[in-house]
Nanobody
């Protein structure tokens, strides 16, 4: 699975951005797709994820501000980020998990996209 992330940029606090993660295969065949972020000097953390069945989960600090959703026809998963805060500044990555009979769980990563929120 190849993943192409885009949509990052510079925004003022309180603003919005939408990240896109385009997959090279039908996202209905991918068990989980998630957005992670990594700030300088910090560990990578899971921000939001969506399952094949459409169930979404969020990290506590983004609940009510971020929404993960998908367009099955475009094989794309989005992360709508509203009410952005300076602490949301990080490189954001999308990742896809597939559970296969032989290999078990395999994780694929897209390239990162920088999100910078100014105060």
């Amino acid at each position: 699975v190849q993943l192409q992330a885009s949509g990052g940029g510079l925004v003022q606090a309180g603003g919005s951005l939408r990240l896109s993660c385009a997959a090279s295969m039908a996202i209905g065949s991918i068990n989980n797709i998630g957005w992670y972020r990594q700030a300088p000097g910090e560990q990578r953390e899971l921000v939001a994820a969506i399952t094949t069945g459409g169930r979404a989960t969020y990290e506590d600090s983004v609940k009510g501000r971020f929404t993960i959703f998908r367009d099955m026809g475009k094989n794309t998963v989005y992360l709508q980020m509203n009410s952005l805060k300076p602490e949301d500044t990080a490189v954001y990555y999308c990742a896809a998990e597939r559970i296969t009979p032989i290999l078990g769980t395999v994780t694929y990563w897209g390239q990162g996209t920088q999100v910078t929120v100014s105060s």
